[in-house]
């Protein structure tokens, strides 16, 4: 997706620690403006964490993140604010207000954090519910009155709603039966190529990764062990991939049986 | 040897740091109202959960402490025939001490463990990064309102509590001790001052604020799913509750210590 213009977000030798464990350890990746790039990874390998340290609502120890050329680690209170009007994000659980009903929960990013006039943001969200295939009935349930599919669908309206320049999935399929997941799929590719966006999506389901990326890299304790384009998953030479994609506890990535 | 004294010094700086922590967090809810946007249906919403939903539980408390206060009181003064100090009595242990302290402890266990349950749950399901990533400070949008909420709420909590408390008195003695209920409204009244009143109200908008901000900083430091949720209730209630007795001491000491 490389087209000669310097890449969207870039990341250099970041490193995070929890206590003694280094989560991110040097973690070097860039993702191009309007590319969609999936992190892959086992669990716990620090794929949230670093996105999170990209939003900045982690720190990171040390490294840099620079997001249109601009350093963003260790910015002001107000400049992030400022940068966060450019990010949208999906949660891995939604992460939807349940006090709220569901189109407030859309329009919450452009009533609360833009100020705008609750009549015109709710005419937004019940158009970017539209778009994710819900109607203006579900606008007025509460998120405890849904499926988990809808939630979903509900939160990438909410990611959407304000036409991000930026947006990260945190595993988008997770917990969703396959004919589900495809539907996020596709709304995700349909929505990200509409809207002319940077995707940046986090995930260990191979065949999301693979519908969804223009180019995939892979996390393994807190490095980036391979990229490359999406197509050349299958053809990576690389032990720690392969092991991935095909599923199989031998190799050279060992599951840690502990969290930290 | 050396081994106790280490762990006692880790002991005390490990306060250090947790009082540190707690004062930051206090300071940067309150600065959070310093810069628009500011959100008065929030703090208006949460006054009314924290004041007009806690009316039942606090005003029961108060009329049966003083109820109480007013039986005790006359079986003890009746030992030494000081019945008539019966009304002045539980006037002033309302006002200054038990209007305050039973709402404020009513209070942290009522709202202050919901707050700490509710802002711990949007915690562990990553609501609060989500108010972020939408632009909306988590400390404009859920702690100031409700830090101001507590102090706001609470001292008129405790007018309420006041009254009601001094009329449970009453009613115990006139209808079953036998005052006169002239004399007694007169006893409760000729030795209340201004002072008894305001200390009160005073301590109420500390305790207030100590249960929010309790309920707050637990909720919003809760770790693990159900079970750190759990123990963010439980730490809000018993550290508000302390806080609160101990606060109490401190505050009584500056307005009548000699």
């Known amino acids: 997706m490389s087209d000669g213009r310097p890449p969207k977000i870039v990341v250099r030798g970041l490193e995070k620690s929890f206590g003694r464990k280094r989560v991110l350890d040097g973690v070097d990746i860039d993702c191009a403006v309007g590319e969609s790039l999936v992190i892959i990874g086992g669990s716990g390998t620090g794929k949230s964490v670093l996105v999170k340290c990209i939003l900045g609502l982690l720190h990171p120890e040390a490294g840099a993140i620079r997001i249109d050329g601009v350093d963003t680690v260790g910015m002001r209170r107000a400049d992030r604010a400022r940068l966060m009007h450019r ?11 349940d006090s709220l009903l569901v189109w407030e929960n859309v329009a919450f990013g452009l009533i609360q954090g833009r100020g705008m006039e609750r009549a015109k943001a709710r005419r937004i969200a019940l158009d970017k519910l539209a778009a994710v295939g819900l109607g203006a009935e579900v606008g007025e349930l509460r998120p405890a009155e849904l499926s988990g599919g809808m939630q979903k669908r509900v939160a990438l309206a909410r990611a959407i709603a304000a036409e991000p320049e930026i947006i990260f999935f945190d595993e988008p399929t997770t917990g969703l039966d396959p004919i589900m997941a495809d539907v996020i799929n596709d709304l995700i590719i349909k929505i990200v190529r509409e809207m002319g966006a940077t995707a940046v999506s986090i995930t260990h389901d191979m065949v999301s990764a693979r519908k969804i990326a223009d180019r995939i890299a892979m996390l393994h304790k807190g490095k980036i062990v391979w990229q490359g384009p999406a197509d050349a998953i299958d053809d990576s030479d690389s032990p720690f991939v392969d092991q ?12 840690e049986v502990r969290a930290v | 040897m050396i081994a106790f004294l280490a762990s006692v010094g880790a002991a005390f ?21 310093l810069r628009p946007p500011f959100y008065p249906r929030l703090i208006l919403r949460q006054i009314v959960y924290m004041g ?38 539980v006037v ?15 209070v942290a266990g009522r709202v202050g463990a919901a707050m700490a349950a509710e ?35 609470l001292p008129l909590l405790v007018l309420v509590a006041d009254i009601i408390g001094v009329f449970g008195g009453y009613v115990v003695g006139t209808y079953k001790l036998g005052f006169n209920p002239a004399n007694y409204l007169t006893q409760t009244e000729t030795y209340l001052e201004t002072l008894d009143v305001v200390s009160g109200l ?6 207030g604020f100590i249960v929010a901000l309790m309920g707050c900083y637990h909720g919003y430091h809760s770790r693990g799913g159900a079970e750190g949720v759990g123990q963010a209730t439980t730490y809000a209630v018993v550290s508000a509750s302390i806080l609160i007795l101990l606060s109490n001491y401190l505050l009584t000491t500056a307005f009548f210590g000699k």
């Open chain 1, 87 to 97: 990010f949208g994000m999906l949660f891995q659980g939604s992460a939807l207000f």
């Open chain 1, 244 to 255: 991935f994609v095909h599923g199989r506890a031998e190799g050279p990535i060992q599951m």
């Open chain 2, 13 to 33: 700086f490990g306060f250090l740091a947790a009082t540190g922590r707690l004062a930051r967090f206090a300071l940067m809810g309150l600065a959070a109202g």
């Open chain 2, 52 to 89: 007009y939903y806690s009316l039942p539980v606090v005003g029961l408390t108060a009329i049966f402490t003083g109820m109480v206060l007013a039986l005790q009181s006359y079986t003890g003064f009746s030992r030494f025939n000081a019945e008539s100090a019966v009304a002045t009595v």
């Open chain 2, 92 to 106: 002033l242990s309302v006002t200054r001490e038990l209007g305050p302290v039973i709402a404020g402890l009513m």
């Open chain 2, 119 to 153: 802002i711990g749950t949007m915690r562990v399901t990553d609501q609060i990064d989500a108010l972020t990533t939408l632009s909306t400070d988590p400390f404009r949008y859920l702690v100031l309102p409700r830090l101001l909420a507590g102090l706001l709420t």
């Open chain 2, 202 to 207: 005073v301590k109420a908008g500390v305790f």
